[in-house]
């Protein structure tokens, strides 16, 4: 969601399912472990392409970096496909560098997911210059009472801010982290309270502007 309007910004899509897709961490991370990670990857990260886009806004795609460098960024760029980066740091840096031009020159957006306390990962993305960085939900939580939390998401917008890169909060599960992250100058958010996973496009909550 747009924090400022209130409205509809795009779609996260999301594995879910039965049986060993209940918990997709956990494939993840057997897959990673028998050296297949790229490989599933793609195939996830091709399967959400397969559908349609939704009838507005951006669509965003999870993908690591071991999948992203065997994708051609000429046959599923799109101008409203974001690509959310995790685990960026194990690829070559400028491997990788090279992919996301790519990317980006075919009109794709490119985001570094899952940003926390570690400002390791901001420092890393100075050389990525993303699109937007995502804020997890370690920095979201409590930002509306706990000093800290907040002294460590103003730290971090400071360095989005130095990147040129726009912030999406993730989690955002309480009135009071919304109104937070609108006084600290956020753009975007997702999270239960403005919308829960489901499957298609369908009907998300539009907070009103007060809220």
Not at 40 to 63: H, K, M, Q, R
């Amino acid at each position: 969601m747009n924090l400022t309007s209130g409205r509809l910004w795009g779609y996260e899509a999301l594995l879910r399912g039965e049986g060993v897709l209940a918990k997709p961490g956990r494939l993840f991370k057997s897959a990673a472990a028998w050296g297949l990670l790229g490989e599933l990857d793609t195939a996830c990260f091709l399967a959400a392409l397969a559908g349609s886009y939704p009838p507005e806004g951006y669509l965003s795609v999870n993908v690591t970096a071991a999948g992203l460098v065997d994708i051609d960024a000429g046959a599923y760029a799109n101008p409203r496909l974001v690509i959310e980066l995790t685990e960026y740091g194990y690829r070559d840096i400028q491997q990788l560098t090279g992919a996301l031009s790519a990317w980006r020159g075919n009109g794709a957006r490119i985001a570094i997911d899952d940003v926390g306390p570690d400002i390791g990962q901001l420092r890393a993305a100075l050389h990525l210059r993303p699109d937007f960085v995502k804020i997890d939900r370690s920095l979201v939580r409590g930002c509306d009472c706990h000093v800290s939390n907040r002294l460590l998401l103003a730290q971090a917008l400071e360095v989005c801010r130095y990147l040129g890169a726009e912030v999406i909060a993730e989690g955002i599960e309480k009135p009071g982290e919304l109104k937070a992250l609108r006084d600290l100058g956020v753009e975007y958010g997702q999270g239960y309270l403005l919308g829960k996973p489901q499957p298609g496009w369908g009907k998300v909550c539009v907070m009103a502007g007060g809220v």
